[in-house]
């Protein structure tokens, strides 16, 4: 017994000792492959000897300076470079602590933005997607569409939700390759129910992220979201927390669709785990808006923006680039999902294998044909995890993705500095372990 107050208190879990790389070593001296990158945030792995060495020297410097009184070059620095790096004219950074924080911090702008632009505005509902993730604070948990809002129903904001992006479980019934992409048309149709005078925003994630794992839109779906937005008079906000620097194989995944939103929310990649770190990037525009306005967001977090975090995220930016590691995530991760979809969709058990760059997901299913789920009940995604941990591996599961309540999955994160041999050695483990597992779940059915 110890004095934590964990998640889970009556799980047993793993004392981590040190990392190095992907890899990750307990106590007892055993090495696992980090798999997920804890919640894909190690993105350059760990104990990166550039990022420690730039710790060190800001924290020999400054480690702490409060952002109503203090700019510092650390902030600027990453500013600049994250200007340089976004689409389009998002070129200004607000920093925060992370995740959650950034999708609040969006919801906040998003609202602020029509009040500063029109003078007096009732827009103020933000729209999100069924089966999505985006934060456990209360604005953040009141957008997300997942399973863990439910206990706290009663404090949530009464914000509308629209249909997932789902290929795999299509809410309409439709194939990609012959629908007229209805996921995103439902946008519309939300709007017009609500009145497009009282909504500020519409948020998305460019991947879906630990609600399904891995779930990839159609080529389409973004392009008709913005032309909803557009004509609405409603902000687009993307939600890159988790599939942002990298994770998917550009630098911001929404780039594939080859549409510019009006925010990008980003955390964890951004410092890659060796500092808490978020934020809002925010289109010029926006930005214009409130200095021409009042001049004051009336928001704030007490380590937002410290010099400490910015200079770790300096180091981390760099390395993704010169390392030419976002290619590198492109390129390792499509070979990582082809090898997972041959070693793994043979199992009676796994229904999908999914995801872009090296975001990637499984989808386990009691049924391949009719894709019905396991029941919740027999905790198939955590017991299969479990099985994994014992071959080595460590991965991010993930229930209720099918129905709200029953489904299991999980996420496949691998820091971008996996090398294809790795991935190789990931494979050989994951299907070691699903062949263990294989014979575990024929006695629960």
Known sequence: MDNVFYRNINKNYLEVERGEGIYLYDTAGNRYIDACSGAAVANLGHAHPRVIEAMTQQANKVAFSHLSRWTSAPIKELSALVAKLAPGSLNKLYLVSGGSEATEAALKMARQYYLERDGKSGKYRIISRWKSFHG??????????????????????????IAPAYCYRCPFGK??????????LDLERAIKMEGADNVAAFIAESVGGAACGAIVPHKDYFKIIRQICDHYDILFIDDEVMAGFGRTGTMFSIEDWDVIPDMICVAKGMSAGYSPLGGVIAKEEIYNAFKQGSGIFVHGHTYGGNPLSAAVAVAVVKTLVEDDLVEKSRVVGAYLLRRLQEELLPFWYVGDVRGKGMMLGVELVRDKVTKEPFAASLGIAEKLTLTLVKHGVIVYPGTGNADGENGDQFLLAPPLTMTAEQADELVAALTAGFAEFEKKIALTM
Not at 175 to 184: F, H, K, L, W
Request: a positive charge; one cysteine or more; aromatic letters at 6%.
């Open 136 to 161: 456990n604070t209360i604005g953040a948990l009141s957008m997300t569409g997942d399973k863990r809002r439910k206990k706290y129903t009663p404090l949530l904001l009464d914000f509308p939700h």
């Open 175 to 184: 194939n990609q390759e012959s629908c007229g992409v209805e996921c995103a």
